[in-house]
């Protein structure tokens, strides 16, 4: 079983930073991809970007490719999300997500696979 806990979340202005952790812990030796999701009311959740934790290789949604990125500690246990340049569509619950599977690109997560997910954070952004 493995355990994510997400924080970092908040309140910022259009323009402004945030960095979102999701901590793993349990059996993080079977994690091989670890991505970011968000989801707002009434839409399903979409892939914000993923990461391959043996390899660092990761990838991104268009609509947050060179505002976001992806990164995980050395000891591959906390996955970050830097946001920058945000703006008011960023506004979502933003979910770590982690599986065993090395099918790490974005359009290979399922949602109703067999992934482990965080609580979530909310981010919201205001114009």
């Known amino acids: 079983q493995v355990r994510l806990v997400e924080s970092g979340g908040g309140s910022v202005q259009a323009g402004g930073s945030l960095r979102l952790s999701c901590a793993a812990s349990g059996y993080t030796y079977s994690i091989h991809c670890m991505a970011w999701f968000r989801q707002v009311p009434g839409k399903e959740r979409e892939g914000v970007g993923s990461?391959?934790?043996?390899?660092?290789?990761?990838y991104y949604a268009d609509s947050v490719k060179g505002r976001f990125t992806i990164s995980q500690d050395n000891a591959k246990t906390t996955l970050y999300l830097q946001m920058n340049s945000l703006k008011p569509e960023d506004t979502a619950m933003y979910y770590c997500?982690?599986?065993?599977?090395?099918?790490?690109?974005?359009?290979?997560?399922?949602?109703?696979?067999?992934?482990?997910w965080g609580q979530g954070t909310q981010v919201t952004v205001s114009s």
């Open positions: 990461i391959y934790t043996g390899g660092g290789n990761t």
């Open positions: 997500a982690a599986k065993n599977s090395y099918n790490c690109i974005l359009g290979f997560w399922k949602l109703n696979g067999d992934n482990y």
